[in-house]
């Protein structure tokens, strides 16, 4: 069997950067995955070491499959911010100390040999979603990303939305709070959507309410020296039914959909996409649609009639491959465009 019978040429190298792990991957012209790797991140080191190891990653797979670098088109690239997209330059990631106003673009492009499209690890994600994932049925797309942190990516026809800073589609820096008293972001302004709807903020919040001793969970029986609170302990508690942990988890839903329902103002995006490692089961979970659905009815509260009955709000799809598909496909799409 020759690499032409599954896969259609040419093809798109994807390397999506983050705070643990490197993703490198192999995608064909339709966006299916021909092959990919990851390996570790050594954060206090130069990028150079992860470069020159991402072009060792690439030859390995391409030997494996039966290509030649010659049929890979492009590459793209993700990392996480701040950055400067336009000037292809890494500024001072903080999970990443040892990249900090690196040109990262053009040193892949130079080790690769090949042009290399750059964009925010969030955009690069929301990208292969709206390639190939969860908004592939749709002309615009925002994807929102739930971990740590809230990221996001705004996608309309094909294009994503950098911004003239690079800061566009910092979901979780929209304003949702405007009190005085206001919860802090992790960025150091009150009031953002992260404070109130990352994992981070729910673990937060979850501690606060154990303070009322009058408060009934299962929690404090499940935290111990060797496990700290989490916000999949919180998740499990309440797939299990614990009223503390359900409460926390709806509260959560109404705070994210108070951000997407500005966005849906803003933006008017044919669908909404939900990532990232907090969605509380997903499709598969009663407790992930019971969440999606009480992030739809907070929607739909705030929000034109018309863009009530038209939402279009579901989980997303590629899961950890978004990242690497999506920095090939935007690496995809312009070199369609300079063709």
């Avoid at 490692?277 to 509260?301: C, D, H, I, T, W």
Wanted: proline share 5%.
């Amino acid at each position: 069997m020759t690499p032409d019978d599954q896969f259609t040429a040419p093809l798109f190298a994807g390397v999506d950067v983050g705070g643990t792990n490197v993703k490198v991957g192999l995608v064909d012209n339709h966006g299916k995955i021909v092959a990919d790797t990851k390996f570790p991140t050594s954060p206090s080191e130069t990028p150079d070491v992860a470069i020159r190891q991402a072009r060792e990653e690439f030859d390995a797979l391409i030997e494996s499959t039966g290509f030649q670098w010659s049929d890979v088109a492009a590459a793209g690239l993700g990392t996480p911010g701040p950055m400067d997209i336009h000037r292809g330059v890494i500024l001072t990631p903080t999970n990443l100390p040892g990249w900090h106003n690196f040109p990262v673009q053009g040193k892949l492009a130079e080790v690769l040999g090949k042009p290399v499209t750059y964009a925010n690890d969030a955009g690069a994600a929301a990208f292969g979603e709206f390639w190939v994932g969860g908004g592939q049925q749709h002309s615009s797309m925002v994807m929102i990303t739930l971990g740590t942190g809230v990221g996001g990516g705004i996608i309309i026809d094909d294009i994503s939305v950098d911004g003239a800073n690079s800061h566009g589609a910092e979901i979780g820096h929209i304003v949702i709070d405007t009190r005085e008293d206001a919860r802090i972001c992790g960025c150091g302004q009150a009031g953002h959507l992260e404070a109130y709807a990352s994992a981070t903020a729910l673990v937060e919040r979850t501690r606060e309410a154990m303070g009322n001793p009058d408060a009934g969970t299962v929690l404090r029986d499940l935290i111990g020296e060797t496990s700290p609170l989490s916000a999949l302990m919180v998740a499990t508690a309440a797939d299990e039914g614990d009223p503390l942990a359900m409460k926390l988890v709806s509260e959560t839903a109404v705070y994210l959909g108070r951000g997407i329902a500005q966005l849906a103002h803003l933006i008017d995006p044919a669908a909404f996409i939900l990532g990232g490692a907090m969605n509380f089961g997903g499709s598969e979970s009663p407790l992930g649609v019971k969440f999606l659905n009480e992030v739809k009815a907070e929607v739909r509260r705030l929000v034109f009639p018309v863009l009530g009955e038209r939402l279009v709000l579901n989980f997303a799809k590629l899961g950890s491959e978004a990242g690497f598909v999506g920095a090939a496909g935007l690496a995809r799409s312009q070199y369609n465009r300079t063709r």
